[in-house]
């Protein structure tokens, strides 16, 4: 087949050409606890308060590396999923919002909080933790996904929303 172009006339192949495109699949992974759940999750099954989310992730004190999770929860702040977003080391771990949002968009989370260990004990925010919620904050912001509360575990707990910091 011929067809006549800006600078005269081309021969175009008459077999159509194949194109690869590579497609994205959200794949979940259920964990089954195979204890007794009330240690776990409150009967309500739904967050009203920051103590209720230390209460459940309180045996993040034990850990001797920094781990920095999200929880992403539905319209009625029940938990729809839970992400390890980043383990680091003894005093830091590297989170990007990237990161955070990229399964909160996957899961169709309303909302999410933020939560992670001082393996110090000393739940005191750094600069750091202070800067990297404003970021998550903003981000969630633009995408429309809420930032309920970032929780600091340590031997008690810091919770941005209660220090009115978030």
């Known amino acids: 087949m011929t067809i006549n172009t800006l ?4 021969e175009v192949p008459t077999k159509p050409r194949s194109i690869r495109i590579k497609r994205i699949k959200a794949v979940f992974d259920t964990l089954t606890i195979r204890e007794e759940v009330a240690k776990y999750l409150p009967l309500s099954n739904r967050f009203t308060s920051p ?3 230390h209460q459940m992730f309180s045996f993040l004190q034990q850990e001797t590396k920094e781990y920095f999770l999200t929880l992403h ?5 029940r938990i729809v999923c839970m992400e390890e977003v980043s383990v680091g080391s003894l005093n830091q771990s590297i989170v ?8 909160a968009l996957l899961s169709s989370a309303a909302a999410i909080v933020l939560m992670h260990n001082h393996p110090s004990l000393d739940p005191t925010p750094s600069r750091e933790d202070r800067e990297i919620t404003r970021r998550l904050k903003e981000a969630g912001d633009l995408l429309g996904i809420r930032v309920l509360d970032h929780i600091i575990v340590g031997e008690s707990y810091f919770s941005f929303v209660e220090q009115g910091l978030l």
């Open 7 to 10: 600078f005269g006339p081309e």
């Open 51 to 53: 103590s209720q989310i």
């Open 73 to 77: 929860l539905d319209g009625k702040n």
């Open 96 to 103: 990007h919002p990237r990161e955070v949002f990229k399964t």
